[in-house]
């Protein structure tokens, strides 16, 4: 896909529901009694990776353009999967599932594309294992496939029929141990996967992280009815819950705002409105990092829904200038580094990005995937071991971006070509439909060229 500069960006949008969101209502409305209705869902790849997941777990899903009604069979009514479970591109649906399916009483495997056969899963498969759960990485390389024998019963007389594992399903009884996990990782993904298994376990289990991730899995699970509570950056769930179908609107996504509150502060005379954006207090690190640069932008009409904070957010070009991200703000805008690198390079002065050496193994490398293309395009950039270094103020020309099949790595680049002299082509620019199946749409009705 080919971009040029443009003059300005004006007008109005709303962006797609929030990817972690919709995955996780799509996840506790199976595992919940009744009928759980969402709207606003984000029709994008990775969570219709989720809902084929569950749909191979017996549980019915009816996907309509206004709303997805999701027919929960409750906690103990997934069925044994006749086939592989295809994760596709998804980190959130690998290792949210490994959590649920560690507690099933039959035998599933995970698995999804190259890029989430070469994410790391040990953060996950040590907690499971601590909890008693069978599940190991079949090639031992601690990525996807991920194999879970939850068919204890019957260890000695496999294989035994879907129809007895079905039956074997049914039976009332709990053999994961709740556990306190303290987590290496400030990571929503492993915090998420360990509660959910601790729903299938006989006492309570706790995560205990270094700084507090999205904590979105804490309250969609209380709104369901499950006994989770928080204490600074420890969360505790009992087992057992009866969780009860719910409604969801699913507010607009803030990572995929991301990039038009980039695009507006990068192209002069732009202003944009963005409306309905999830402004959660643990994902919206973005905000206070772009006032921090100096940009203007406008936070109205705050409202609460579905147990979320949403705002429209008024964003005006500004003169930037460089910040230091780092510390316990990372977890809160862990996705948005990338667009916050491009926009670095218009800030004045230098922008130091530390202590975020999980961006190394997100959907691709993204220190490397940030530099590399950054420096195509003429940035004065260097990669550090938690982060990167940028030195602003280094004109950006077009160039060829390598996507790397990174929805994030496109949708950032597309945003710099915006600003850059001459033209930008992005390889593999189709990777968007993970999260934002119409993003090049929204982008253009914005351009005023
Ligand atoms: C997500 C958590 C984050 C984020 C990812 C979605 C989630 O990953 O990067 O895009 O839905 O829980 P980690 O939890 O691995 O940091």
Redesign the pocket.
Known sequence: MKFRRVSRLAGEIAVPGD??IS?RAVMFGALANGTTEITNFLQGADCLSTIACFEKLGIAIENTPERILVHGKGLHGLTAPYDILDTGNS??TTRLMAGILSGQKFESILNGDASIQSRPMKRILDPLAQMGADIVSVKGNGCAPLHINGNRFCQNCMPISMEAQRELAKAEHNFLHGIHYTSPVA????K?CVLLAGLYADGATSVTEPQL??D?TERMLKGFGADIRSEGTTATIQPDPVLQGMKIEVPGDISSAAYFIAAALLVPGSEVLIKNVGINPTRDGILRVVKDMGGDITVLNKKTSGGEPTADLLVKYSDLHGVTIGGDII?AL??ELPVLAVLACAASGTTVIKDAQ?LKV?ESNRIDTVVENLTAMGACAEAAEDGMIIEGGHPLSGAVIQSHKDHRIAMSFAVAALAADGGTEILDADCVNISYPNFYETLRSLCDR
């Open positions: 990817k972690s995955h980190g959130t990571s929503a993904q492993v998420s991730s999205r979105h977890p862990i996705d999980e997100k």
